[in-house]
């Protein structure tokens, strides 16, 4: 299984910046960005595909976040601009077995710990 480790999390103002990073123990192939509040089930928030040529997004975030990838960092970003409070989550890395986009948890075989990010108005 991958080992997934990420960093990046924080407290910011509505409509700032932050960035994620997640790193890879090995080589994967698509990897994902998910989101979660008490009370809630994991919510889908990007994907990118192993080449980077194929993304998707929720349709909450559109406009406003990121994912990148550098396969030879085995690393993956989030970049997140024009935060809101209903942001506020803790945010998962994950990676799959599997190749291209994939927007749901059953396709993702490893997790990251989390990195909670908070958005204060």
């Known amino acids: 299984q991958v080992q997934l480790v990420e960093s990046g999390g924080g407290l910011v103002q509505a409509g700032g910046s932050l960035r994620l990073s997640c790193a890879a123990s090995?080589?994967?192939?698509?990897m994902g960005w998910f989101r979660q509040t008490p009370g809630k089930g994991r919510e889908f928030v990007a994907t990118i595909s192993w080449s980077g040529g194929s993304t998707g997004y929720a349709d909450s975030v559109k406009g406003r976040f990121t994912i990148s990838r550098d396969n030879g960092k085995k690393s993956v970003y989030l970049q997140m601009n024009f935060l809101k409070p209903e942001d506020t989550a803790v945010y998962y890395c994950?990676?799959?077995?599997?190749?291209?986009?994939?927007?749901?948890?059953?396709?993702?075989?490893?997790w990251g710990q989390g990195t909670q990010v908070t958005v204060s108005s």
């Open positions: 994950t990676a799959s077995n599997s190749k291209g986009v994939i927007t749901t948890t059953p396709g993702y075989d490893s």
């Open positions: 090995t080589r994967t192939f698509t």
